[in-house]
């Protein structure tokens, strides 16, 4: 059936199964806002939508005075950017698929946008095309490739004066926004839309779903293609494909729609930033918990780092990446393609988290008991019950519990003065 343009019919789109499946993914935020580094990624909105002084005070301390954000253009090189390099990071972390930011609100374009004249990857800057080198050496690598595309420009002319119209004037939807999206589709033929930028103006101003209709009817990518929900400034958690329903979005109990939580390694900001502190960003145990949490209730992880302006990828981001992929490694067999069991977590405690996969039941525990025994009251053992470890060979021995539910002896582990890794699964085979 072709889809309409309007939500009743777009919405009833199922949504492509590699993206349920495929449960982690990275975020990258990578624009000339990664130039000054400082603050976050909202850096040109912040200095001269609102003044902020702190701003200010940056900005004429490091640059000469009248200093424009066009001129931090050329300073972004991407001089180290070895897109393979950032490939086989990604898939050592694990991810299944990566969003790279084509386009943020200061709508500087890491591809050549035709519509875009010097305020482009091409024109200026890296002199590169920044969207098609990365999505050549993901696609190697087998990695599904996500394109971020902002549909709003903070300072375009264009789009000020739409908004002065109260958004009943579109010279900037259909000079700018439509034409790059289109542009997006036909030049790189993504497999997800991560579209942002969404909040200040109504559906009827955007023409989202006249363009969704086009993605799922007639695109090249029509039959695998994945959107979020920001099309419009009440879509979110509505409309669209899987909702992302806002930044680091904890639902707390099971939705009833794909999701997915973006989250980033530096608490503080999005993008890059030179000034970050250990204390800042998030510790290998706490991107373990919230993967574990997000995959128990039904969504993907999509987890952001914000490389330098010469294209590196932080080390520090590096090791938090390469850990997650090797806590994978051992336990990637109770995230990927796994689905949500009957029951999340274990009695309302955040340390046991279930994900199933047909009669399968893997029980996910952040916290290793004091007395190597695992208690579990939500599954229901039978004669036929078989308990294994992830990483461990062998089967282990479990008793049924006096209360409900069984008593699980864990592998007896060597007494270290390192903290033990965060989080291990149990397998349960004949539980109901």
């Not at 289109?182 to 109504?202: F, N, R, T």
């Not at 608490?267 to 574990?292: C, Q, T």
């Amino acid at each position: 059936p072709r889809y309409r343009p309007d939500w009743d019919s777009l919405d009833a789109r199922p949504l492509p199964a590699w993206f349920d499946q495929a449960k982690v993914g990275v975020f990258v935020h990578w624009g000339v806002f990664s130039v000054p580094a400082w603050g976050s990624e909202w850096f040109w909105w912040h200095w001269q939508g609102e003044h902020r002084p702190d701003y200010q005070r940056f900005v004429q301390r490091r640059y000469p005075p009248h200093t424009t954000y066009a001129d931090f253009a050329p300073r972004f090189t991407a001089h180290d950017f070895q897109p393979r390099e950032w490939a086989q990071l990604f898939q050592r972390a694990g991810a299944r698929y990566v969003v790279l930011t084509t386009k943020h609100h200061e709508g500087f374009t890491n591809w050549g946008s035709p519509v875009s004249w010097n305020w482009n990857s091409l024109d200026t800057g890296p002199h590169r095309d920044l969207v098609g080198e990365l999505g050549q050496a993901l696609r190697e690598s087998n990695i599904h490739y996500g394109l971020y595309h902002s549909l709003l420009e903070w300072f375009n002319p264009l789009y000020l004066a739409d908004k002065e119209s109260g958004f009943k004037t579109q010279n900037f939807v259909l000079k700018k926004t439509m034409p790059e999206l289109y542009d997006l589709v036909l030049k790189y033929k993504p497999d997800l839309i991560w579209s942002d930028g969404d909040w200040e103006a109504p559906e009827s101003y955007w023409n989202s779903t006249s363009f969704l209709a086009w993605l799922y009817n007639d695109s090249p990518v029509k039959d695998t293609v994945v959107v979020n929900d920001r099309w419009c400034n009440n879509c979110s958690c509505h409309h669209g494909g899987y909702y992302n329903c806002a930044d680091k979005y904890k639902p707390g109990t099971l939705p009833t729609h794909k999701w997915e939580m973006c989250s980033s390694i530096d608490k503080l900001s999005w993008g890059y930033r030179s000034d970050m502190n250990i204390s800042e960003l998030m510790d290998e145990a706490s991107i373990i918990e919230e993967l574990v949490q997000t995959v128990s209730f039904g969504g993907n992880y999509l987890l952001n780092v914000g490389p330098t302006k010469e294209g590196v990828i932080a080390p520090i981001f590096q090791e938090r990446l390469l850990a997650l992929g090797r806590w994978l490694d051992t336990n990637g067999e109770a995230i990927y393609e796994s689905k949500p069991w009957r029951i999340q977590m274990e009695n309302s405690t955040d340390t046991v988290w279930y994900t199933s996969k047909g009669p399968v039941v893997y029980a996910i525990f952040l916290i290793w008991p004091q007395d190597n025994v695992l208690e579990l009251s939500s599954p229901t053992p039978s004669p036929a019950t078989q308990v294994m470890m992830l990483g461990f060979a062998g089967t282990l021995k479990w008793q049924e519990s006096p209360g409900k539910g069984l008593l699980i002896t864990l592998p007896y582990m060597l007494p270290s003065p390192l903290p033990p890794q965060s989080g291990w699964t149990v397998k349960l085979e004949g539980v109901k």
